[in-house]
């Protein structure tokens, strides 16, 4: 009989009633070491007092109200992020996906207001993953996400993750935007070369073509910059963002040049739910503690604490692990065995963290996790693996 909750999840037989910091916590009391913070959502950790304040009080004051009337806390984010970023305006969704949506929808719309309605194509990655949408499956082409649901959303086309060249010869006078993540999160935390990216705003400049960054993963502080295209010094002309800029709270955003929006007047495009109230107060908190350069910092050593000792943690188990990537709090060990694997054996240390494609075991702990859980994590890893490995003989 099928189970009351659609099972289209594998999920572990865990239950969390509580949380604080990078702790979780069981009915019976078991705490576990959280270094998947709810896929990169939970970016303070779990139950950040700073948040539990701005929720609470937010909570007592006003949840939600229509998009038909001027929202200040909206206002507010929205100030915050064409602030610090390079965007000039922002549209509120409740998750990634729906950002995913609204980024191929302007694309489109900019060219069609521009006069080249025959622009509607759009070049993405193998190993992409931009929501599960039927535009957002279209657009990674996974073979898991997409079989069985039809024909697909069509103007969609995938080339290596890297491929300069392919993209090149697929770029032409149809192809409304590239969209990429500038580290790949589900793919394996597979980060795009800074020449890469720099390669792509060239071609796009010189081809009238939109670049989208899907910085849903990626973004947020979690490669020690509030953007992860801020290290390679490009811009995107349209950004999604999501999980960890609500820090727990649904939301997500799309950011866009004036440009690249001008096709989005009014009527085009609206949400019941996106840019509330209770979620806008909550992101501009988060935004507010996140994009402080003091705490960009900090997260920055955190990521080079973590690295160096995740790459003391390969040269102890090379036959469990083959290196280490990723940038910042967003790091991948890239796994000789399964990495389901690994997160099995993780978790009778009692340690959770998230498996990714390429054979890599993601690691995307709390922004500002200590030093000693970070010690603490890697010690349980090691744990894991020797209990993983061939017994000697
Ligand atoms: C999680 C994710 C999405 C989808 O976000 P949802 O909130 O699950 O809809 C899109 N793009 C990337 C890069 C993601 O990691």
């Given amino acids: 009989m099928i189970s009351s909750?659609?099972?289209?999840?594998?999920?572990?037989?865990?239950?969390?009633?509580?949380?604080a910091g990078s702790w979780l916590e069981t009915a019976d009391g078991t705490r576990y070491l959280d270094l998947g913070a709810g896929i990169?959502?939970?970016?303070?950790?779990?139950?950040?007092?700073?948040?539990?304040?701005?929720?609470?009080?937010?909570?007592g004051k006003l949840w939600h109200v229509s998009n038909l009337y001027q929202i200040p806390e909206q206002q507010a984010l929205a100030d915050m992020l064409v602030e610090k970023?390079?965007?000039d305006?922002?549209?509120f969704t409740n998750s990634g996906t729906e950002a995913a949506e609204l980024a191929f929808k302007m694309a489109r719309k900019y060219h069609y207001a521009k006069?080249?309605?025959?622009?509607?194509?759009?070049?993405?990655?193998?190993?992409?993953?931009?929501?599960?949408?039927?535009?957002?499956?279209?657009?990674?082409?996974?073979?898991?996400?997409?079989?069985?649901?039809?024909?697909?959303?069509?103007?969609f086309h995938q080339v290596p993750f890297g491929d300069l060249d392919a993209v090149k010869a697929l770029v032409g006078d149809t192809t409304a935007a590239i969209i990429l993540e500038p580290i790949q999160g589900e793919g394996g935390i597979r980060p795009a070369p800074d020449a890469f990216l720099k390669a792509l705003r060239e071609l796009c400049d010189e081809t009238g073509t939109l670049l989208i960054f899907d910085e849903v993963q990626?973004?947020?502080?979690?490669?020690?910059?509030?953007f992860a295209h801020e290290w390679a010094g490009v811009t995107p002309d349209i950004m999604m963002v999501a999980k960890g800029i609500g820090g727990g709270f649904p939301l997500g955003a799309v950011l866009a040049t004036e440009n690249a929006a001008s096709g989005m007047v009014a009527g085009t495009h609206g949400s019941t739910y996106g840019g509330n109230p209770l979620g806008c107060a909550v992101g501009a908190r988060v935004m507010q503690i996140v994009s402080d350069p003091a705490f960009l910092a900090a997260v920055n050593a955190k990521g080079g604490f973590l690295r160096q000792k995740l790459e003391g943690l390969v040269a102890a188990h090379l036959d469990i692990f083959e290196g280490?990537?990723?940038?910042?709090?967003?790091?991948?060990?890239?796994?000789k065995v399964a990495p389901t694997d690994v997160v099995a054996a993780a978790y009778d240390q009692h340690l959770l963290t998230v498996p990714a494609a390429d054979n890599v075991l993601r690691l995307l702990p709390a922004l500002d996790i200590s030093d000693a859980d970070m010690a603490e994590a890697v010690a349980r890893l090691d744990a894991a693996?020797?209990?993983?490995?061939?017994?000697?003989?």
């Avoid at 659609?6 to 969390?16: C, E, M, S, V």
């Avoid at 970016?43 to 909570?59: K, M, N, S």
């Avoid at 693996?385 to 003989?393: D, F, H, R, Y």
Wanted: hydrophobic share 45%.
């Fill in 324 to 335: 280490v990537r990723g940038q910042g709090l967003m790091l991948g060990l890239k796994c």
């Fill in 385 to 393: 693996a020797t209990a993983l490995e061939p017994k000697q003989a």
């Fill in 218 to 226: 990626c973004g947020m502080g979690r490669t020690g910059r509030l």
């Fill in 115 to 155: 006069g080249h309605p025959e622009r509607v194509e759009f070049i993405a990655f193998e190993g992409a993953f931009h929501g599960r949408s039927t535009a957002a499956i279209a657009a990674s082409g996974s073979e898991k996400m997409v079989k069985g649901f039809g024909p697909l959303m069509p103007g």
């Fill in 89 to 91: 305006t922002v549209f």
């Fill in 85 to 87: 970023t390079f965007a």
């Fill in 5 to 19: 909750v659609l099972p289209t999840y594998n999920r572990a037989p865990l239950a969390f009633v509580r949380g």
């Fill in 40 to 59: 990169a959502v939970n970016a303070l950790g779990h139950a950040a007092p700073e948040l539990v304040e701005t929720l609470t009080q937010q909570a």
